[in-house]
């Protein structure tokens, strides 16, 4: 028998078993239950015509009370027989055509304290139920009303029922075999789909896949995450991808985050049922063992070129390190030169000192200016002596509590700045002290503002500005050592110059880089170190054309 035969028959059978079931539950149990409800709407029915008769039996109108026995008689199909007695046992009224059965009268009574009682009797009507309820007034009984029912209608409706049940059972035995026809076309293909990928698997076509629906949860999650794996991934469902990113958090194996998949409305949508489950799983074997075979292939391809590369990245790394045993042996050269030559250069600045107070008013300006000339010089000497020699040494910041505000001011005032050059502080008030090494972050600043002057030789404006701000993830950089939320107080120097080129931006702040024909530079180096050194940050942004903007960024 063919998978499409067993399960249309297995679906008849279960309909068949239901059916009679049904059936079976309905013959037991609905009669009794119809019974009950009867007898309850009856004995309801009883109490009534007993309240309506009460005035009848008392005023002997006996006219309208065999007219009120009439009418209930008339209103319900089941309804056998109706009469009344008085407190005597006489009989008042009755609806018999053929005479009243004096049996009937005997064969059921009620007393007073009673609210009714039924009785099963065998009639010439058949088997009805006789309900008697008492008639009373003050609660002095003058009186008895009956009523009887019959079972026929009862068993009518009930085998009214079970025969619609069958008919049912039969339109949807019909039913089912056109829907179990269709459903069993739709799991045979999909098994069959299965095997022949299967097949042709085996026949070495790692590349087969079975056809599924896809499903793109980037869509219906309007994920714009295009670095997850699982974006526009059609061959397998998100769950069966390692390493998808949901809700910002990167996901393990299917192993690991099964659990938690199952809770998601895409899963729950999209799982499908075993057959597709099944060809999910096989087209990520399939997946994983092309993969496999492709890395096989690949390795023994390109072995040699992973040679080349490994050799490659040992020999960068030994440049650098005989890089940095170069900027090593520059430090300790820096140090010695640096003493050496700031000796000279007291000298100089002393002689200069001495000329100006010997010559004095008698100074005509082309000396004058060259004095000026030659003291300006000194000046640069000096710095560059003291970048040379705080790269050398850069010592440990001795912190204190540190008005940044007040280290600025004290940076302008000793800076000697062009005219051509304005200079505008927008400085926090509220800004709160740090801990920081005033003398070094003095030399930082002071660095910033000269490197801000050299970029305009032909004028320009230079803004320093000071504020507060929080870490956000946007806003933090890979090198930083700040924690997300943590509060930083930001220094921003924005000049006007020239820019830096893009391409120079990366090494901006390597030790001898420099894009000036004079310097050594070391200028920003020395300031990231010390910046470093209080664990904070240093960054640049720059535009050609437009000016240069340096933060540094301290912890408060």
């Known amino acids: 028998m063919s998978l499409r035969s067993k399960i249309i028959l297995a679906i008849i059978l279960v309909i068949m078993c239901l059916g009679s079931t049904v059936i079976f539950f309905i013959n037991q149990v609905l009669p009794e239950a119809l019974k009950d409800e009867v007898r309850q709407a009856n004995i309801f ?73 039924v009785q099963f009797l065998n009639t010439s009507e058949g088997f009805v139920y006789d309900i008697a309820v008492p008639i009373l007034i ?26 619609m049940i069958a008919e049912i ?8 075999i056109f829907v179990g026809f269709g459903l069993a076309n739709l799991i045979v293909k999909s098994v069959k789909a299965l095997h022949q990928a299967t097949e042709e698997m085996m026949a070495g076509n790692l590349g087969v896949r079975v056809k599924l629906s896809p499903v793109p949860c980037w869509k219906i999650k309007k994920c714009g995450m295009e670095n997850c794996p699982s974006y526009g991934n059609r061959e397998a469902p998100c769950w069966h991808v390692a390493g998808t990113m949901c809700h910002g958090a990167v996901q393990g194996t299917y192993a690991q985050k099964i659990a938690d998949c199952k809770k998601c409305e895409i899963y729950q949508d999209y799982v499908g049922d075993e057959v597709n489950q099944l060809s999910v799983l096989f087209n990520q074997m399939a997946g994983e063992l092309k993969k496999a075979r492709d890395e096989v292939v690949s390795y023994s391809k390109g072995l040699e070129e992973k040679v080349k590369q490994r050799t490659g990245e040992l020999e960068e790394a030994q440049d650098r390190l005989i890089r940095f045993e170069k900027l090593a042996v520059l430090g300790k050269l820096a140090g010695v030169v640096g003493h050496e030559l700031r000796n000279p250069l007291g000298a100089i600045r002393n002689s200069i000192y001495f000329l100006r107070m010997r010559l004095g008013q008698t100074l005509d300006e082309k000396i004058k200016k060259h004095l000026n000339i030659l003291d300006e010089e000194v000046d640069t000497s000096d710095r560059i002596i003291t970048d040379i020699l705080t790269f050398g040494r850069i010592k440990e910041p001795q912190l204190a509590k540190t008005d940044i505000n007040d280290v600025i001011k004290e940076s302008l005032g000793r800076e000697r700045l062009p005219g051509n050059i304005e200079v505008t502080a927008e400085l926090e008030h509220r800004l709160p002290e740090i801990q920081a090494d005033a003398a070094q972050l003095r030399q930082v600043f002071s660095n910033l503002i000269l490197n801000a002057v050299q970029a305009m030789p032909a004028g320009g404006s230079l803004t320093i500005r000071t504020g507060r701000e929080k870490v956000t993830e946007s806003g933090r950089r890979k090198t930083d050592k700040f924690k997300l ?36 530079g070391l200028g920003l180096s020395v300031c990231q170190s010390i910046i470093e050194g209080h664990k904070g940050g240093i960054e640049v942004e720059s535009e050609m054309g437009k000016g240069t903007v340096f933060r540094v960024k301290l912890a408060v």
């Open 485 to 520: 939320g943590m509060d930083v107080a930001v220094i921003e120097f924005k000049d006007t110059g020239e820019g830096v080129p893009e391409k120079s931006l990366d090494g901006i702040f390597e030790p001898l880089f420099s894009t000036k024909i004079r310097g050594t």
């Open 169 to 176: 059972m039969g339109v949807a035995i019909i039913l089912s």
């Open 45 to 117: 029915r009883a109490r009534n015509l007993a309240v309506r008769s009460t005035n009848l039996i008392l005023t002997e109108n006996l006219l309208e009370l065999r007219e009120l026995v009439g009418e209930e008689k008339e209103r319900g199909r089941d309804v056998a027989y109706v009469f009344v007695i008085d407190s005597k046992g006489d009989v008042l009224v009755h609806t018999f055509e053929e005479g009243f059965s004096a049996e009937i009268q005997l064969a059921n009574s009620v007393d007073p304290g009673q609210l009714s009682n």
């Open 138 to 163: 003050k609660g002095e009984m003058i009186g008895t009303a009956r009523i009887g029912i019959t079972e026929g209608h009862i068993r009518e409706t009930v085998n009214n029922i079970l025969i």
